[in-house]
């Protein structure tokens, strides 16, 4: 999960990255921050909270400079105290340094305990401290080949925006497991951002993707110069389609909203139920509820009402947390759905603290039957590249069959999507990453020991 930005070239950087930030802030709730260099300096300002609650115009304008990277943290790893805010900032032999990560390095204890053996002095317990470090104990002359240094003893999911006082290098990990993009602003200037969705409210007009294994350097005169570092080994995460983006976003060439949309026909088609309605779980469980009524011939309403102010749970660092806050967003419109037979579509289903809350509330609004479809397969493994599932114990699916789990939420019944009707959905022209449905680490690892090693 996570956020980040890079943006070069810019009048106001700091405050296309703000926006930018602020467009993603699905990605991260716990905590923000923004460093600018201006060609002499680096300044950092970052804090927990939301976007729009740390920054204020004041905080902005002292952030002066053409360069920034910012991020929003979704934590894997490490623990909740403002120090593991991004950007991580250093002084080092060349210098000053920042990094924004975006991802999961699976090596990171292994590194981190030969970086103590060395004597590195850690001040957090993310893996992307790693990085500044290891950047800062290598021998070569140059930050790019200090940078290239670096990559060679890190695994993972990355996507990394490293900031020095006059350039900007931005990398992508051979996976290309976490999405990222390349964009162009109207007064010339640069932007690389997790999801186009940030270019839309900045203005800035989509050039590409970056490239699996790819590096590419900003630097003051020039275009961005492109290197591939590593050979691509392409397995885009699926759950970004799933859950993760947002729906207008276009993750590597294909827009989020439409696979959601098949991803609903293609689960009416596998889990077929009679019903009057067919309910979304909001947000991020509208379209694929849309597909499913279409599939099934039946209304689309939208009977459940989210307070927007209220976060995502299932990126909440606790349980009780998550509890409470699934009382406080969703609510039910009693008028639509009593006496009815009501199909209620998510995304995923990870926990199940949520769905058994929603049938509950459903139930009580005076719902004649309630089925849940999820438009996702079972999730059965822990993932190890940046999602916050880190033990089969916190995983319903692993301990419970579909026929178990509806009677413990109290639904009438319960269907996923299968995982050959995932692939399909996203289409067969990738190896996608499905870690969480087959336990398959194509880089490295075995699926019944390996969670999520560190995290951003």
């Known amino acids: 999960m996570c956020a980040i930005v890079g943006v070069y070239g810019a009048k106001k950087a700091s405050t ?51 360069c920034a990277v910012g991020h929003n943290r979704y934590s894997t790893a490490g623990s909740e105290s403002a120090g593991d805010a991004q950007p991580v900032f250093a002084k080092y032999k060349l210098g000053e340094i920042s990094v924004v990560h975006n991802g999961n390095l699976i090596n990171k204890q292994e590194v981190r305990t030969e970086l103590i053996d060395r004597g590195a002095i850690f001040q957090t317990d993310m893996d992307t401290e790693n990085i500044i470090h290891l950047i800062a104990k290598s021998q070569k002359d140059s930050l790019e080949d200090r940078i290239k240094d670096m990559l060679t003893k890190i695994e993972g999911a990355y996507c990394l925006a490293i900031q020095s006082r006059s350039k900007m290098f931005v990398i992508r990990d051979r996976f290309g497991i976490r999405p990222l993009s390349l964009g162009k602003l109207k007064d010339g200037g640069y932007i690389v951002a997790s ?26 005169g020039k275009e961005p110069a492109s290197q591939m570092i590593f050979e691509p080994d392409y397995h885009p995460c699926a759950f970004e389609y799933i859950y993760f983006a947002r729906p207008d976003s276009i993750i590597d060439g294909k827009n989020v909203y439409e696979m959601r949309l098949e991803m609903g026909k293609r689960l009416a088609k596998e889990t077929p139920c009679d019903v009057d309605l067919v309910l979304p779980v909001p947000d991020s469980g509208v379209a694929a509820a849309k597909g499913y009524a279409d599939g099934l011939g039946v209304p689309f309403e939208m009977g459940i009402v989210r307070n927007h102010y209220v976060g995502r749970t299932f990126i909440e660092p606790t349980q009780e947390i998550r509890d409470l806050k699934v009382k406080l967003k969703l609510s039910p419109i009693k008028h639509l759905i009593e006496g009815k037979k009501v199909a209620i579509i998510d995304d995923s289903l ?52 579909p026929e178990k789990i509806a009677a413990n939420m109290g639904a009438d019944s319960l ?9 399909a959905s996203l289409g067969e022209d990738r190896h996608y990453s499905l870690v969480s449905f087959d336990g398959k680490y194509f880089a490295g690892g075995n699926a019944d020991t390996l969670g999520c090693a560190g995290g951003c």
């Open 350 to 401: 990870v926990r199940g603290t949520t769905s058994k809350q929603i049938v509950r509330m459903l139930k009580e609004a005076g719902a004649k039957e309630v089925h849940m479809r999820i438009a996702a397969p079972e999730i059965k493994f822990p993932c190890r590249y940046g999602i916050d599932t880190p033990t089969k114990d916190e995983l319903i699916s692993t301990k419970f069959t």
């Open 16 to 66: 296309v990255a703000y926006y930018s930030l602020f467009s993603m802030q699905h990605r991260g709730q716990e905590a923000t921050g923004i460093s600018v260099a201006n060609g002499e300096k680096i300044k950092l300002y970052k804090k927990r909270g939301m976007v729009a609650d740390v920054f204020s115009q004041t905080t902005l304008d002292n952030l002066n400079g053409g």
């Open 195 to 220: 999801e186009t969705c940030a270019f839309d409210l900045v203005g800035a007009v989509f050039v590409r993707d970056v490239k699996p294994g790819e590096m590419l350097i900003f630097e003051e």
């Open 415 to 423: 269907g996923f999507l299968s995982i050959e009707g995932l692939k």
